[in-house]
């Protein structure tokens, strides 16, 4: 593999980095605001997960109530 030279590695970053789209802020608000929708999702989820798993392991176990 060919090598470069530091300045035109920095000017090929730079070149790159140029051709990027960047979000807008609503963009980012939606994407954020979707995140922490997710993520209620899935705590209300694997709460319930483990709740099913814990009594259903009790009750096999005989120790439930």
């Keep these: 593999m060919a090598k ?7 000017q090929q970053v730079r070149s790159e980095a140029s051709k990027v789209t960047w979000p807008t802020r609503n963009e980012t608000a939606v994407t ?23 009594r259903g392991v009790a009750f096999v176990l005989g120790i439930g109530s």
């Design 4 to 10: 470069t030279n530091p300045l035109q590695f920095f």
């Design 32 to 54: 954020t605001v979707m995140v922490f929708i997710m993520v209620a999702f899935a705590t209300v989820f694997f709460f319930l997960a483990d709740v099913a798993l814990s």
